[in-house]
């Protein structure tokens, strides 16, 4: 299985707001965590990214990370969404990327299950 976090995930992690048990899971149990150009670009407006380079280390040296780039496509495809279901284009893309990355997409926030149609959504 394939898990992408979105960013209140890390965020939460990164500072120890709540309890985060996926990235231990991914290891555990092997499964591959799906980390996307978006993401990253989203992060970085919130933490230290090299905060999250331990994480993204011990994951990419079992080779349990994929790493995912945007496409234009995906882009234009998740701007349409979002204004047809009044919701943040990032959101949407990240949805998109889960999508076609074949990922379940973890987060906190209930909003994605708007786009439950469009990838599998797992709230933790």
Same mark, same amino acid.
């Given at each position: 299985?394939? /898990? /992408?976090?979105? =960013?209140?995930?890390?965020?939460d992690f990164l +500072?120890?707001?709540?309890?985060?048990?996926?990235?231990?899971?991914?290891?555990?149990?092997k499964e591959e965590?799906?980390? =996307?150009?978006?993401?990253?670009? +989203?992060?970085?407006?919130?933490?230290?990214?090299?905060?999250? &380079?331990?994480?993204?280390?011990?994951?990419?040296?079992?080779?349990?990370?994929? &790493?995912? &780039?945007?496409? #234009?496509?995906?882009?234009? +495809?998740?701007?349409?969404?979002?204004?047809?279901r009044d919701i943040? #284009?990032?959101?949407?893309?990240?949805?998109?990327?889960?999508?076609?990355?074949?990922?379940?997409?973890?987060?906190?926030? &209930?909003?994605?299950?708007?786009?439950?149609?469009?990838?599998?959504? +797992?709230?933790?």
């Amino acid at each position: 299985m394939r /898990y /992408y976090a979105d =960013s209140c995930i890390w965020i939460d992690f990164l +500072e120890d707001r709540y309890k985060v048990d996926l990235f231990q899971e991914c290891l555990d149990n092997k499964e591959e965590l799906l980390i =996307s150009d978006v993401l990253i670009d +989203e992060l970085s407006r919130y933490i230290q990214l090299d905060n999250m &380079k331990m994480i993204l280390y011990l994951l990419d040296s079992r080779h349990l990370l994929c &790493k995912a &780039k945007s496409t #234009p496509e995906q882009r234009i +495809e998740a701007q349409n969404i979002a204004k047809e279901r009044d919701i943040p #284009p990032w959101d949407a893309l990240h949805a998109i990327i889960a999508r076609d990355y074949n990922a379940t997409l973890v987060t906190r926030d &209930k909003h994605f299950l708007q786009l439950r149609d469009i990838c599998k959504i +797992e709230l933790h």
